[in-house]
Nanobody, 124 residues
Framework: QVQLVESGGGLVQAGDSLRLSCAAS????????MGWFRQAPGKEREFVAA????????FYADSVKGRFTISKDNAKTTVYLQMNSLKPEDTAVYYC?????????????????WGQGTQVTVSS
C-alpha cells in the first residue's frame, strides 16, 4: 500500500552535513508515523530517529542526539533526516520506515513499510 523511496545519500568527510529525504506514496501520509534506521555491513539494523504522524513528537538514538534532526512534511508526503557533524561511525545504509500509528518508536518490529535504503559514507 505504501511505497517509500530514500534519496540524498553520498560520500562526505567527517564534520560535513547531509540531508536525507524519504518520499512516500500510496497511502494517507498524515496517518503514518515515520522512522529512520541504519545498517552497517555485518551489523543489525539500528534505530536512528522517529517522528509522530503529526510531526509534533520526535525521538533520537543517543548516538545521534544533538547532531541529527528528523522532520515530516505532510503536505509534501516527505520525511527528512538532517545530519550534521557527521562521523565515520555514521557510515551505513539508511532506511526509511512507516507505520500507520501515532508514534512508531525505536524497534524495527514496529514498522510495516520500508524503503530500499540510501548509502551514507563518511570518511575520516
Amino acid at each position: 500500500q505504501v511505497q517509500l523511496v530514500e534519496s540524498g545519500g553520498g560520500l562526505v568527510q567527517a564534520g560535513d552535513s547531509l540531508r536525507l529525504s524519504c518520499a512516500a506514496s500510496g497511502g494517507t501520509f498524515s496517518s503514518y508515523a515515520m522512522g529512520w534506521f541504519r545498517q552497517a555491513p555485518g551489523k543489525e539494523r539500528e534505530f536512528v530517529a522517529a517522528i509522530s504522524r503529526s510531526g509534533g513528537r520526535t525521538f533520537y538514538a543517543d548516538s545521534v542526539k544533538g547532531r541529527f534532526t528528523i522532520s515530516k512534511d505532510n503536505a509534501k508526503t516527505t520525511v527528512y533526516l538532517q545530519m550534521n557533524s557527521l562521523k565515520p561511525e555514521d557510515t551505513a545504509v539508511y532506511y526509511c520506515a512507516a507505520k500507520q500509528t501515532i508514534f512508531g518508536g525505536r524497534s524495527t518490529d514496529n514498522y510495516d513499510y520500508w524503503g530500499q535504503g540510501t548509502q551514507v559514507t563518511v570518511s575520516s
